[in-house]
C-alpha cells in the first residue's frame, strides 16, 4: 500500500487527480504573452497544476497526488497507439478508422489457438512446398476475386434456384463476411454451413472464408436449434445456412452469446467511455479484415473423418488449393462449365470442387443438365478404404471426354485432398497413379498398406484424437487405404 | 563575487546574443525572473534550481531539415529532433557567462523532474520562451512557434548576471490566416484534424486568435513518449502465462527498437509530428528550414554586393 493509498482511495480520486494535472491542458487566449498575471491566475486550474498544488485542492498529501496520478496514467496508457505511426508521413495522414493494429486484427482467442494448434506440419515439408510452389499466396479469396475482376458478368454458379454472375457472387459473398464481422464471428474461428440448399451454401463458405473462419461444412441432417456434435466440438461460433426465402441466417452458438469482459477499474472505463463519445475514431471489424485479409496458411476447412462426428481434419487454403491443383490439371480446358448434378458426397468432396472450380474460374452448374461435350461432369461418391482400414475415401468420377475415353477417378479422403487417380477403373488392370507431388512409400515389415505424404495432405486431426497416431505418422506421412502400391505419375 | 567590476550590461546582452546565434541558435531571448516568478507555480522557478538567479536566457534552435518533413512518421521518429542542438547553445552559454562575466550560471535542464515522473518537467521551457519573446502559444498544445523560423526546440540558462528582459511577442503567428479559413469551414484546424489521437481541440474567436486551446496531454504521451511502455512490457511478459507471448514483448521487434533507442541513445523526446507537420507556421515559416535560410542568406548576400 504504497503512501498508504489503497485501491479504493486511487479508484475515489483518479478522475479529480487526471483532471487537475498536466494531463488536461485548457488555455484562455493568451494571458502570459499578455502579461496578464491575474488572469493567468485564475486559469491555472484549467491549463494543469502541479501534484503539490492538485494536494492542496482536494486534501490528500503531494505524494499521494504524484503516486495515483503516475499509476492513472500507466492505466490509461494505451500502449499500441504509436503503431499508428508505422503508417503516416510521406504523404499519408491520420484519418478516423484508418488504423488497424494488427496485434488486434491478428488476434485470436482460446477456441481459435486450439484449431491452429492442429497445424503441426513438418518443417522440411513446409520449406519443400513453397520452394517449389506447391504452396502458393493464393487463398480461396484470391480466386473469387480475380474471376470477379476478370469477368464480372460471367456466370459462376447456375441451378434451379437462379444463377450468380462472378460479381454477383463476389458482391453476396463480401455481404455475408460483413454480417459475419457484426456477429462477432472474429478472424480464425469456425462456423458451419449446412450444405442442404447446395446454390446458397457456396456465397456461405465463400463469405465465411472472407471472414477468416474455418468452415466446418455439415453433410447431414441437422437440428435446427441445437448443435451437433461435430459442431460443439469444433466449438463453432455461429451455424449458417441459407435458402431462396432467407439467404442467409445464423444460428449463435450459446457459449459465444456469452460475453466476457476483463474489468478494468471504474475511473479508466468512464474516462475511456468519455474519450469514445469523444473522438470520432472508428474501427470497424471489417476494416480490419480488408487490412489483414487471409492468407494462404490460414485455416480453411475442417472435414468430417471417417463420417465420425468428432474427427475433424483441418486443412489450409495451402492443402487445399494444393490438392485441387493436382486434380485440376487433369479436367479438359476446352470445357466450359463444371457440372456436380448430385450430393457434394462428404465434406472433403465439396471442399476440393470448391477449390478446383475456384481455379478454373468456369461456370459450376449444380442442375440436372448434361452436355459432356461442353462440360466436365464431377461426381463424388463415398466407399470404404479397400485395404480395411477405417479411412473413408471419396473417389471424385469426371466424365468420358468426347473421344470416349474411359472416365478418371480420383482417390483422396479428407486426411489426404487428392492423392492417386486411374483411368478407365473398371478397365482390367486398371491402377492407382500417384497425383503429381504426392510420394509413397512402403511400411517397414509390412506390404499390405502404404504410406503417402502429399501438399494436400492434412497435418492432423483437432484435437489430437487417438486415431492421430495410427493413421498420421511422424514427417508428414499418412497411413492409407490402398492395397496395392500406387505407380509413380508420368 | 567573482564578476568583471565594470560591465555595460546592455552590451553584455548583445554579445551574448550574438555569442548564441553563433553557437546555434536562431532566436535568443531575456526574461527577467521577477517576472518568471510571477506566473511559475510553486517549486517550479528559476530559484528554485538557482537561488540568486536574475535573468533567464531563452533558446530557441530550429527544427528539421525540409527534406525530413516528407519522410513517413517512423523515419521522422528517428531523425526529426534536434534537441542536442540545444545542450551545445545553451551549455557554451553558461560557460561563457562565467567565463566572461564571473555571474553564476546554469544550464536550465530540460527533463522531468525525478521526484514526480514522465509527465512533469522540472520547468516550464515554454514560459521562459513566451516571456522573453522567442516564442508563442499555438493550438497544438502550446507548442511554441516562432513567426520566423517556425518550430523551435527550446532551451534556458539561468544566471544571477542581472540583464534586461525583451518583451513577449507581440502577436502570435497561431492560428495561421490558411488555418482560421479551415476552421470557419469545418470547426477544426489542421493539427486537430490530422492528430492521430485527437488530443486536440479548441476554439478561435472572430478575429482569428485563440480563443481557447484544449490539449489531451496524456493521450498525446502515447505517440511521443513511447519510453513509457517499457515497464508495462516487462510486466505484462512476466505476467503472462504464454511463452510465445513472452517472446514477442521481450523479443518482438518493438521491443527491441525501444532497447535501442534507450542504449543507443537516439532522441526519443519527440516521435510524433503529425500535428506540426501540418502546420504551415512550422513548415512554411520564411526560415523554417536550411533550404528557406539559404535563400535568405544568398538574397542578403546578393543584396549587399549590389
New interface residues.
Given amino acids: 500500500m504504497p503512501y498508504g493509498v489503497t485501491e479504493q482511495i486511487l479508484e475515489a480520486y483518479a478522475g479529480i487527480i487526471l483532471d487537475l494535472s498536466l494531463n488536461k491542458q485548457v488555455r484562455r487566449g493568451d494571458p502570459i504573452r499578455h502579461l496578464d498575471v491575474e488572469t493567468w491566475h485564475k486559469e491555472r486550474a484549467a491549463t494543469g497544476l502541479s501534484d503539490a498544488e492538485i494536494a492542496n485542492r482536494i486534501g490528500l498529501a503531494a505524494p499521494q497526488v504524484t503516486y495515483i496520478r503516475n499509476v492513472v496514467e500507466r492505466r490509461l496508457f494505451r500502449t499500441n497507439q504509436y503503431r499508428k505511426l508505422y503508417r503516416l508521413g510521406g504523404g499519408k495522414r491520420y484519418r478516423p478508422g484508418a488504423f488497424v493494429d494488427p496485434e488486434q486484427a491478428l488476434a485470436v482467442g482460446p477456441d481459435v489457438e486450439r484449431l491452429r494448434s492442429a497445424l503441426d506440419f513438418d518443417p522440411a515439408l513446409v520449406a519443400r512446398y513453397i520452394t517449389d510452389r506447391s504452396w502458393s499466396s493464393d487463398t480461396l479469396i484470391d480466386l473469387l476475386v480475380r474471376h470477379a475482376q476478370q469477368q464480372p458478368n460471367g456466370l459462376a454458379i447456375r441451378d434451379n434456384s437462379g444463377t450468380l454472375s462472378w460479381q454477383e457472387l463476389s458482391s453476396r459473398v463480401n455481404d455475408i463476411s460483413d454480417r459475419l464481422g457484426e456477429q462477432n464471428a472474429g478472424r480464425g474461428e469456425a462456423v458451419s454451413i449446412d450444405l442442404a440448399d447446395r446454390f446458397h451454401a457456396i456465397p456461405l463458405t465463400l463469405g465465411a472464408l472472407k471472414n477468416g473462419n474455418v468452415v466446418l461444412p455439415l453433410h447431414r441432417q441437422i437440428d435446427k436449434n441445437t448443435l451437433s456434435e461435430a459442431e460443439q466440438f469444433a466449438r463453432v461460433a455461429a451455424r449458417l445456412s441459407a435458402s431462396a426465402d432467407e439467404p442467409v441466417s445464423f444460428f449463435r452458438s450459446p457459449e459465444k452469446q456469452k460475453q466476457s469482459h476483463v474489468r478494468q477499474p471504474d475511473y479508466v472505463t468512464e474516462i475511456l467511455r468519455a474519450e469514445a463519445n469523444r473522438c470520432d475514431e472508428r474501427t470497424s471489424h471489417a476494416q480490419g479484415m480488408d487490412a489483414y485479409s487471409v492468407v494462404g496458411g490460414d485455416l480453411a476447412f475442417l472435414l468430417n473423418a471417417n463420417g465420425e462426428e468428432t474427427r475433424l481434419v483441418s486443412h489450409t487454403h495451402h492443402t487445399l488449393l494444393a490438392g485441387a491443383r493436382a486434380i485440376a490439371d487433369m479436367l479438359d480446358e476446352e470445357k466450359t462449365a463444371i457440372l456436380h448434378s448430385q450430393g457434394f458426397g462428404e465434406p472433403c468432396g465439396f471442399a476440393v470442387l470448391l477449390a478446383l472450380w475456384l481455379r478454373r474460374g468456369v461456370l459450376l452448374m449444380l442442375d440436372a443438365e448434361a452436355d459432356v461435350t461442353e462440360h466436365t461432369a464431377i461426381t463424388a461418391t463415398t466407399q470404404k478404404s479397400d485395404s480395411g482400414s477405417d479411412m473413408q475415401t471419396v473417389v471424385m468420377t469426371f466424365n468420358p471426354s468426347e473421344d470416349k475415353r474411359p472416365a478418371t477417378e480420383v482417390l483422396l479422403s479428407s486426411e489426404t485432398l487428392g492423392c492417386a487417380s486411374r483411368r478407365g477403373p473398371n478397365e482390367p488392370g486398371a491402377y492407382w497413379t500417384l497425383l503429381p507431388g504426392v510420394e509413397f512409400r512402403e511400411r517397414e515389415n509390412n506390404r499390405t498398406t502404404y504410406d503417402l505424404r502429399g501438399p494436400g495432405f492434412a497435418p492432423g486431426y483437432l484435437g489430437g484424437d487417438m486415431e492421430e497416431s495410427r493413421i498420421f505418422q511422424s514427417h508428414g506421412w499418412v497411413r492409407t487405404h490402398l492395397n496395392a502400391p500406387p505407380r509413380k505419375g508420368d | 563575487m567573482g564578476h568583471t567590476a565594470t560591465i555595460d550590461f546592455d552590451s553584455a546582452r548583445n554579445e551574448l546574443r550574438t555569442y548564441a546565434h553563433s553557437r546555434g541558435a536562431a532566436a535568443v531571448g531575456f526574461a527577467e525572473v521577477d ?1 518568471v516568478e ?2 511559475c ?4 522557478g528559476p530559484r528554485d534550481l538557482l537561488p540568486r538567479a536574475k535573468t533567464v536566457i531563452s533558446i530557441g534552435v530550429t527544427g528539421p531539415t525540409q527534406g525530413t518533413w ?8 528517428s531523425i526529426g529532433t534536434n534537441v542536442s542542438r540545444i545542450y551545445r547553445v545553451a551549455l557554451g552559454l553558461a560557460f561563457r557567462i562565467e567565463d566572461t562575466y564571473g555571474y553564476r550560471s546554469i544550464y536550465c535542464p530540460p527533463h522531468v523532474d525525478p ?3 514522465a ?2 518537467p522540472m520547468q516550464s521551457l515554454k ?1 521562459h520562451a ?2 522573453a519573446g522567442t516564442g ?2 499555438s493550438m497544438a ?2 507548442i511554441m512557434l516562432h513567426p520566423e523560423f517556425g518550430m523551435l526546440y527550446y532551451g534556458s540558462v539561468f544566471t544571477e548576471m542581472p540583464l534586461s528582459g525583451d518583451e ?2 507581440k502577436d ?1 503567428p497561431c492560428p495561421a490566416p490558411s488555418c482560421v479559413e479551415l476552421y470557419k469551414q469545418i470547426g477544426r484546424t489542421p493539427c486537430m ?6 488530443c486536440l481541440s479548441g476554439s478561435i474567436d472572430e478575429d482569428g ?11 498525446c ?3 511521443c513518449q ?1 519510453y ?2 517499457m ?3 516487462i510486466e505484462r511478459a512476466i505476467k503472462s502465462d504464454n511463452d510465445l507471448e513472452r517472446e514477442e514483448l521481450l523479443y518482438g521487434g ?1 521491443s527491441q527498437s525501444f532497447f535501442y533507442k534507450a542504449t543507443a541513445g537516439v532522441d526519443t523526446n519527440a ?4 500535428c506540426m ?2 502546420c504551415p507556421i512550422a513548415t512554411q515559416a520564411p526560415q523554417a528550414d536550411p533550404v528557406r535560410r539559404g535563400a535568405v542568406k544568398r538574397a542578403q548576400t546578393n543584396s549587399e554586393i549590389e
Fill in positions: 517576472l510571477k506566473f507555480p510553486p517549486g517550479h516528407r519522410t513517413p512518421a517512423k523515419v521522422m521518429t521526484e514526480l515522473g509527465r512533469h514560459l513566451e516571456l508563442a502559444r498544445g502550446d513577449p511577442m502570435n484534424t490530422n492528430c492521430p489521437v485527437q486568435n485563440i480563443e481557447e486551446m484544449r490539449f489531451d496531454m496524456y493521450r504521451a502515447e505517440l513511447q513509457e511502455n515497464p508495462t512490457l518493438e516521435q510524433c509530428f503529425e507537420r501540418v
